[in-house]
């Protein structure tokens, strides 16, 4: 939960907290929950509260301990915003974040709501240079530059992210992520179980141009040069583990052209347990969904033309080409 981590959009983990509950059909199948779970009960082990929310205090220095800049993905273990993580333990994260000036954070929410009201409120910032001054060791030039959110200048090295599983949860959060102030904003559509117009969800009907959003919308640095304005990248893939779900390839494809539609950077993570027949695999089990993600298998005769044929042959056989090619772009770390 540290320094190595298979996931292939980061360098590093760090969680500060871990646990979680659900919110919506992307937590049904949590690979984190999965994984803490079994160890419920266990005593001195790391999760012996199981995937109850647990604040981890000892953890919270770990990346001023890092020399080499790195990307660090934030609470892979948890919901850094969940309703039962106090704010000012919240803030102790960010004071980190704002010392560690050197690594790039990466923060992943489904609570998109209290990220927005968190962090667009100058007393959230007040209390990340309170709780820095009283908690970690730093220069007065360190909680001056913490003071500077004050005027609505996002921390340079966090970037906000919110979790995008389908239409529905992608109209709720993208919204929200776009009116919180942020170097760099992205979108994790994974697992990914539906089709996502993202221009639906960032440009209103009928407008080539314009977010389309409310007043307090935040404007970044030429955000209304792009196309998708405010996003600057967006991670793609779909589910592994027991209970998979298969991603139609067109829910991808979508994304990508959308992406480059927009000149916004597109990272394919993986196909999860389920890759496309059609991608050469000629074993496993089979199942027929279309593009709005119905099960045909077994009525193949009444399946609709935008049927697939999905295999499951895990993970790893999966892989992550799309068309043929791989998507590994992302934003640059910061400086």
Not at 240 to 260: F, I, K, N, T
Not at 264 to 288: C, I, N, T
Not at 312 to 335: E, F, M
Request: proline letters at 7%; charged letters at 20%.
């Amino acid at each position: 939960m540290a320094d190595n981590t298979t996931i292939e959009w980061t360098d590093s983990t760090w969680n500060p907290v871990t646990g979680c509950t659900q919110i919506s059909p992307g937590c049904d199948n949590c690979y984190a929950a999965t994984f803490a779970e079994r160890w419920r009960g266990t005593d001195g082990h790391h999760f012996e509260n199981g995937f109850d929310i647990t604040l981890r205090p000892d953890r919270l220095t770990l990346p001023l301990t890092w020399r080499t800049p790195r990307r660090v993905f934030l609470d892979s273990m948890s919901d850094l915003f969940h309703t039962d993580i106090p704010d000012a333990y919240i803030a102790q994260v960010f004071a980190v974040m704002a010392l560690a000036r050197q690594h790039t954070f990466q923060i992943l929410t489904k609570r998109h709501g209290r990220m927005k009201a968190l962090l667009s409120r100058p007393a959230f910032w007040h209390l990340v240079a309170d709780q820095g001054r009283k908690h970690f060791t730093g220069c007065q030039q360190d909680w001056l530059a913490v003071g500077a959110m004050l005027d609505g200048k996002p921390l340079p090295n966090v970037w906000l992210g919110v979790s995008v599983e389908d239409q529905k949860r992608a109209d709720l959060r993208i919204p929200a992520l776009l009116e919180t102030p942020a170097a760099v904003r992205f979108l994790s559509c994974e697992p990914l179980l539906g089709p996502v117009d993202l221009k639906r969800a960032v440009i209103p009907m009928g407008s080539e141009r314009g977010h389309g959003l409310t007043a307090s919308y935040v404007h970044v640095a030429g955000c209304c040069q792009r196309r998708l304005h405010g996003i600057d990248w967006v991670i793609a893939g779909g589910e592994s583990g027991p209970r998979a779900r298969p991603m139609h390839p067109q829910w991808a494809r979508v994304l990508r052209d959308q992406c480059e539609w927009a000149g916004v950077p597109f990272f394919l993570k993986q196909w999860g347990a389920y890759a496309p027949e059609d991608h050469g695999h000629d074993r496993g089990s089979v199942v027929l969904i279309d593009a709005q993600g119905r099960n045909w298998s077994g009525r193949e005769g009444d399946a609709p033309p935008d049927a697939v044929h999905m295999r499951r042959v895990g993970k790893k056989a999966a892989g992550r080409l799309l068309d043929g090619q791989p998507h590994d772009a992302a934003p640059a770390a910061a400086r």
